[in-house]
């Protein structure tokens, strides 16, 4: 797959007239030529590739980079962009990426190809890997399989007086024993009052009857990650537990079915937020419905208010509505969702009805 990536990079590459992109941002370099080291340089040109790593590297680079040449560098990786034949022809339109290189980054590559002219490519690299082709479905959906089985098997441990941390530590355990590479993010578990925090990442806090309890997590498989959030009770539900629950799980169920191929990303954010706002719960609903996933875990297509991306066929991404009520708690649901032209296919399978556990 690796070089048929390249080849579409480099038909965008050309069509916005340019005539090579550095690339630094790790998931790009792997989604492009397979390498999986954790520093690197990626040159893309009109008719050749180069992958630069330092002595630590090579070997690897060797193994699993496809699609480029690979040069070791005597010392950072950086430094073999000087060295670049093409890269010192004069006027040269060479692209990067203003989003992942910081501008003392930026200047550090200028003073090292001084003919060229250095231009910011986000344009170009805008939608790369929105779209994903068989090999990253299948890893996607090996994650979401793998979170799913990880989440069923901890459940059995959810009781009063267990640690948010003991929990996490225990669902990235079980993800990586079925195969996951990594958590894709750091794992969220947020209980009782804490639940009312979005990206409330354990803490040492511990569980306790009538706790609300948000498990927001994901495995990686082949460099793809999954993103999936789930909400228990600890102990048996309440009727503000139940009510809650069910506008939020209503809400999410609204924006799958919002889902397909050509409906904008606004437009499934307002399916689910209508739910939440007639509740009553408008203010206590405040981020966005979903977003891409993929080689990252935060990429387009954005499912927000604020969006104007659409919808396309090989899409993945999150549908997360949330309610979240300050010094009490909080629900949110989420799924992986796969657009097609005729719908959203759900990737995770892990139960959505309310659990008293």
Not at 169 to 179: K, V
Not at 315 to 331: A, D, L, S
Request: aromatic share 6%; charged share 25%.
């Amino acid at each position: 797959m690796s070089q048929s990536r390249i080849n579409e990079l480099r038909r965008k590459m050309q069509a916005a007239n340019f005539d090579a992109l550095i690339l630094t941002n790790i998931p790009h370099i792997r989604y492009l030529t397979g390498f999986t080291g954790d520093t690197a340089v990626l040159v893309i040109a009109r008719t050749k590739n180069n992958l630069f790593v330092d002595f630590r590297f090579a070997d690897q680079s060797r193994r699993e980079a496809k699609g480029a040449s690979v040069t070791v560098t005597k010392t950072d990786c950086y430094s073999g962009l000087k060295d670049m034949a093409l890269l010192k022809t004069p006027n040269l339109r060479v692209g990067f990426s203003g989003t992942f290189v910081p501008v003392t980054l930026r200047d550090r590559i200028a003073t090292m190809i001084p003919a060229a002219l250095l231009v910011n490519a986000d344009a170009v690299l805008a939608d790369l890997a929105w779209e994903k082709d068989s090999e990253e479905l299948a890893s996607i959906k090996r994650a979401a399989a793998i979170a799913d089985t990880a989440y069923e098997r901890i459940l059995s441990i959810v009781r009063p007086g267990v640690g948010e941390n003991e929990l996490a530590a225990e669902l990235e355990y079980q993800m990586t024993m079925l195969g996951s590479e990594k958590p894709a993010f750091e794992t969220i578990v947020a209980s009782g009052y804490r639940a009312a925090m979005p990206h409330g990442v354990a803490s040492r806090k511990r569980l306790a009857k009538g706790d609300f309890v948000t498990f927001d997590f994901g495995a990686t498989v082949g460099g793809s990650v999954c993103d999936i959030t789930r909400t228990v009770v600890v102990g048996k539900a309440t009727s503000r537990h139940k009510k809650i629950y069910g506008i939020v799980l209503k809400a999410q169920l609204a924006g799958i079915r919002r889902v397909k191929a050509g409906i904008g990303g606004k437009d499934v954010d307002k399916a689910c937020r209508d739910i939440i706002t007639k509740a009553g719960f408008g203010k206590q609903f405040g981020h966005g419905t979903g977003h891409g996933i993929g080689i990252c875990i935060h990429m387009g297509p954005r499912v927000s208010q604020l969006s104007a991306d659409k919808l396309k066929p090989g899409n993945v991404i999150t549908i997360e509505p949330g309610i979240y009520v300050p010094g009490w708690g909080g629900v949110r649901i989420e799924d992986d969702v796969l657009v097609t032209r005729s719908g959203g296919l759900v990737l995770n399978k892990a139960p959505k009805n309310l659990l008293e556990l």
